[in-house]
Nanobody, 124 residues
Framework: QVQLEESGGGSAQAGGSLRLSCAAS????????MAWFRQVPGKQREGVAY????????HYADHAKRRFTISLDAAKKTAYLQMNRLKPEDSAMYYC?????????????????WGQGTQVTVSS
């Protein structure tokens, strides 16, 4: 079973940056992918970014393109989300997801492992 643990959340000013980390442990199967989602109270969890381990392919939500970058250190089994030019609307709980199965990367049911989440708050 894969365990995921996020870190790096916190507060930032609009226009600032934060980097989130997601460390995987346990039985991490080959070919695992990792993704970042976010959720605000009363709304559905939405996909932010995805990275596939096998070919390093990435996908981003429109709001994340040109501002966020997902990366992976395979040796450390750690994924990162570098968030630049933050906006107040980026404020949310950010979740790391992994242990993927076939499906749309933006669909939370594609993932079988989730972290506990890390809060990001961006002030104007």
């Amino acid at each position: 079973q894969v365990q995921l643990e996020e870190s790096g959340g916190g507060s930032a000013q609009a226009g600032g940056s934060l980097r989130l980390s997601c460390a995987a442990s346990g039985n991490t199967p080959n070919g695992v992918c990792m993704a970042w989602f976010r959720q605000v109270p009363g709304k559905q969890r939405e996909g932010v970014a995805y990275i596939g381990l096998r070919f390093g392919s990435t996908h981003y939500a429109d709001h994340a393109k040109r501002r966020f970058t997902i990366s992976l250190d395979a040796a450390k089994k750690t994924a990162y989300l570098q968030m630049n030019r933050l906006k107040p609307e980026d404020s949310a709980m950010y979740y790391c997801a992994g242990h993927c199965r076939d499906g749309d990367w933006r669909d939370p049911t594609t993932y079988q492992a989730w972290g506990q989440g890390t809060q990001v708050t961006v002030s104007s």
